[in-house]
């Protein structure tokens, strides 16, 4: 558990074979299936945006999903959170969106 309440799956860095194991798709698969709650860091209400599709797309196949983005108030009818540290329950996965980048 860290500080700020969360838990971490990830192992710490020093353990590439560790790493190297969350890389293996069998499990992928495995954590993909076990999870009912996935935050999606970045999620817009803008329809148009690839974050809103994958939110909507993993909320009609049962995920919970949990918005967090601090310009939202609610996205798919669940409340936004500013950042992680602010939801008030645990979460499976989390599903991060951010701004692409222009090259040159």
């Known amino acids: 558990m860290t500080d700020n309440g969360l838990v971490c799956a990830l192992p710490d860095r020093s353990s590439a ?6 890389q293996d798709p069998l499990v992928i698969r495995e954590v993909l299936q ?9 999620l817009s209400s803008n329809v148009l945006r690839p974050s809103y599709f994958v939110g909507f797309y993993l909320q009609r196949h049962g995920y919970r999903i949990v918005p967090v983005n601090p310009n939202e108030r609610e ?4 409340p936004a959170y500013a950042n992680l540290g602010e939801v008030p329950y645990a979460v499976d996965v989390v599903d ?3 701004a692409g980048c222009s090259s040159g």
Request: aromatic share 10%.
């Open 75 to 78: 996205v798919l009818g669940e």
């Open 34 to 42: 076990s999870a009912r709650t996935i935050a999606i860091v970045g």
């Open 96 to 98: 991060v969106f951010r």
């Open 17 to 22: 074979a560790e790493i190297r194991k969350y």
